[in-house]
Structure formats: structure tokens, C-alpha cells
């Protein structure tokens, strides 16, 4: 006899997820999970991956409550029982163009799907901003969202403030970057990430690192990254990256780019319309300040 399903979503691995009834307690990858919450749902758990600690990191968390949602651990650390004991109706994780969830080792996550269903969301390079933001925001649905009508609005209104500002700072460099250590730095390249196309597409002038090894980042010392010249530079603030104020040390970056406008990043911005209105309007404000200031 045929199992009765009332709720079903089709994942971007091309699987399909079922339930007997519409899931309303999830754990999910930090990322989804601060998408969904924008969204106006709540998971019960989350976990990170193997570049995070002990406990959740802030600057992916959105305007997630961390103090009153279970943190289930990052990476190989995040155990079958460990999610299980939440007694989650869905898990929700995000995928970088391969059937892998991100963040669980593949053991565990087919494990858990043997038990729980599994929905992965695509935020990869293949991915366009827009794309993986409409995505979440259908699954958000499925699972009793209403529409968001003023995130939407504010989407639109930041892109188009950001692209009127763009329009007369041509000139202007803007570097993504993740510090690393006081003696080398990853350089983002800018096809790679979805949100960066997208400041791209609104006119953004994007310093492109040299051609090299390694398909997202590009590895340099800071005298290589001070030498780009950049007038803005978007600073990974995750905690696997080096510190932000650590900058005011390598004195090899203060010698060339010292006067670089830092702007915080977060490669894993929550993909909600919310998330990367406020995105937009960040990099908005820096390039407004740097035009006035004749950068």
C-alpha cells in the first residue's frame, strides 16, 4: 500500500522529499537555517561545517535567536544521534553543485536520510544570486511561509540605489577577500560567488585576482593583495577567517591598502531577500562614502 504523502518538495540534487504532513521542526545547516528564520520559520537545531567550531558562528547566524536554538555541532563532528535526538520532521542543508550536504559526512547524512527526509539547496557557483534566493524562498513556502512582499521591495530598492550609485564609481576597486593568516590572504574570485556576480551585475568594479590554482579563492601574501589597490575591500568576517582588527598588523597591508574602506562579508550570506537587501545596501553606503570622499 502506497505510502500517503501531503507534503513533497524536489530538492536541487533532483530528489524528492516527503512527509505525511507538512515538516514544522527542522535542523538545518546554519546558512538554510538563517535563510528559513528570515522567513519566518524557526528550526529547532542547526549545525555547521568543518571549518566551524564548537559553537555556532555569528557572523552566518542572520538574525537567528543562537541563545535559544540547539547548536548540533560542524563537520565530522555532527553525529547521526546528534541530529536524530532533535527529532526533526526535515532536515535542510545546502549543496555546492554535487550531491554532498554541506557541512555532514556523507556516512551521516545518508544515515539521516534513511530516517528523516533531506532537502539541499543549491547555493554554488552555478547559481545566481536570484536563483538561490528564489529556491529557499519556494521551499519556505512549502512549508507554510507567507510571502514577504517587503523584503522583496527592499531587494529592489537596494539594487536599484546600488546601481545608480555604481553608475559614477567606475573607477572605484573593490576586492573580496578572507584573511588567512599575517602572512597570506585569499582572494576571492569574483565569477565564483554568487553574490559577488551580483554586485557585478549592478555595475560593481571587481578586482579579479590573477589566474592560478584553486577555483574560488586565490592564495597570496598581503603584499600581492596590498598591490591590487583597492579602494573598498569586503573582509570575510566568519570565524575560521583572521580577525578583522588582526589587519592592523600585517604591516605589509598597511603599507599599500591601509586606506581601503572595510566593508564586513559573510561568503554564506542567509539567502533570503531581507539578507541580501542589507548586503546590497552595505556595499551601497562604502561606495557612497568613497565617492564623496574622492577615492
Request: proline share 6%; charged share 20%.
Amino acid at each position: 500500500m502506497a505510502r500517503q504523502t501531503d507534503w513533497e518538495f524536489l530538492d536541487d540534487r533532483g530528489r524528492s522529499a516527503t512527509a505525511a504532513q507538512t515538516p514544522s521542526r527542522l535542523v538545518a545547516y546554519i546558512q538554510a537555517g538563517a535563510t528559513l528564520f528570515d522567513h519566518g520559520i524557526r528550526p529547532v537545531g542547526l549545525f555547521g561545517s568543518h571549518h566551524d567550531g564548537e559553537t555556532a558562528d555569528p557572523a552566518k547566524a542572520g538574525t537567528l535567536p543562537l541563545e535559544d536554538i540547539a547548536y548540533l555541532g560542524s563537520g565530522t563532528r555532527v553525529g547521526v544521534d546528534a541530529i536524530l535526538d532533535a527529532e526533526p520532521d526535515l532536515v535542510v542543508g545546502v549543496g555546492y553543485g554535487s550531491d554532498q550536504v554541506y557541512g555532514l559526512d556523507p556516512d551521516t547524512a545518508k544515515h539521516i536520510e534513511e530516517h528523516v527526509p533531506v532537502v539541499v539547496c543549491d547555493v554554488g557557483q552555478g547559481r545566481s544570486l536570484a536563483a538561490v534566493r528564489n529556491r529557499f524562498t519556494a521551499l519556505a513556502r512549502s512549508l507554510g511561509a507567507e510571502q514577504n512582499l517587503s523584503g522583496a521591495a527592499e531587494l529592489d530598492r537596494a539594487e536599484g540605489r546600488l546601481r545608480t550609485l555604481a553608475a559614477d564609481a567606475a573607477h572605484l576597486r573593490i576586492l573580496a577577500l578572507s584573511p588567512g593568516t599575517p602572512e597570506s590572504v585569499h582572494l576571492a574570485r569574483p565569477r565564483a560567488w554568487p553574490d559577488l556576480r551580483a554586485l557585478a551585475e549592478c555595475g560593481i568594479g571587481l578586482v579579479e585576482p590573477e589566474r592560478g590554482p584553486g577555483a574560488n579563492w586565490s592564495t597570496v601574501d598581503w603584499t600581492v593583495a596590498a598591490s591590487l589597490e583597492p579602494d573598498i575591500v569586503l573582509t570575510d568576517v566568519r570565524a575560521n577567517a583572521l580577525p578583522v582588527g588582526a589587519l592592523e598588523g600585517v604591516e605589509e597591508w598597511q603599507a599599500g591598502a591601509g586606506r581601503a574602506r572595510i566593508v564586513p562579508w559573510n561568503p554564506e550570506v542567509p539567502c533570503s531577500h531581507l539578507a541580501h537587501a542589507r548586503f546590497f545596501d552595505a556595499v551601497a553606503d562604502a561606495v557612497q562614502a568613497s565617492a564623496s570622499s574622492g577615492s
